[in-house]
C-alpha cells in the first residue's frame, strides 16, 4: 500500500487527486475499521491510518474517512485547546484549504468562510498569494499549511496574509521544516528533479525551512510564537492515539 499512495503521489496532479482521491479511500476505510488509532478531526476509528508520503512514505499517517494527517489531527486539537476558533464568531480566510477541513469550517455557524488558491478546485477563490484580492484587515483568522515552499516568494506572500488579516488577528502558517538547518535553505540551479527532491523532500519545492522560519514570519510582519504544544502538552497517549507528530512546532502568527 505505501508503494502504491507514494506512486499516485508522484504521478497524479494534486488538483485531481483533490477531486476524487476520497472516494476510493472510502472503500479502503472498511478494512481498516478498528480501536487502534482515533481521527480527532472527524471522530472515526481504525486499527492504523493509512500511510502516506512519497518517498518513502509514513505509516500510519492517512485518514481514508476524511483525508486528515498527522498535521490536520494536531492542527484541530491545537484549534479546540488554545484558540477562540470553535467559539466566538470569526472571518476566516483558508489557503489551499484541505479537504477534511472545508465541509466542517464551511457548515460552522460562528465562521464566515472562504477558501483560497491559485489552482485548487476545492477553493471557492483563485487567489495568487503574492497579491491577495482583499481588503485590508479584512479577516480575523488566516490559515496558510503547506504552501511557504512552493511559492516565489515566501516573504511576499507572508506579508500578504499579514495585511490582509485585522489587527490583532491571527494565523496558523505551517510548512515542512529541517531541524538540522540553521537556516532556510535555497538553491534555483538545482533543476534536475530527482536532485530538487534529494535537497528540498519534493522536486516542487522551492526551498526547505530551517530553524529560522519563524525569523521569516516575523520578517512578514507578524508577531510570531514557537509553540511546542505537542512535545509540552499531549501526552504520550495522545500523540499515539491521534497518530501526530512528534515534534512539530505550531507556528502561532499574530498581526499587532
Known sequence: MKEI???????????????VSHIGLKVLAVFYKGKNVNCNVCGSE??????????PGRDNALCPNCLSLERHRLMDLYLRRKTNFFKENLKVLHVAPEYCFIDRFEKMKNLD??????????????????????ADNTFDVAFCNHVMEHVNDDIKAMSELHRVLKSGGWAIIQSPQDWNLATTFEDDSITDPLAREKHFW????????????????????????????????????????????????IYFCRKK
Do not use: C
Open 5 to 19: 499512495i507514494s506512486w499516485v503521489l508522484r504521478h497524479v496532479p494534486r488538483k485531481y487527486l483533490q477531486l
Open 46 to 55: 481504525f486499527r492504523k491510518f493509512l500511510p502516506y508520503g512519497r518517498n
Open 113 to 134: 468562510y472562504v477558501t483560497a488558491d491559485i489552482e485548487s478546485p476545492l477553493a471557492k477563490v483563485k487567489m495568487d498569494i503574492h497579491d491577495a484580492p482583499f
Open 202 to 249: 519534493q522536486d516542487d519545492h522551492l526551498r526547505l525551512f530551517g530553524r529560522d522560519y519563524g525569523r521569516r514570519l516575523e520578517k512578514g510582519g507578524f508577531e510570531v510564537t514557537e509553540d511546542r504544544f505537542v512535545m509540552d502538552e499531549l501526552t504520550p497517549q495522545e500523540v499515539k492515539r491521534y497518530a501526530l507528530p512528534s515534534n512539530e512546532v
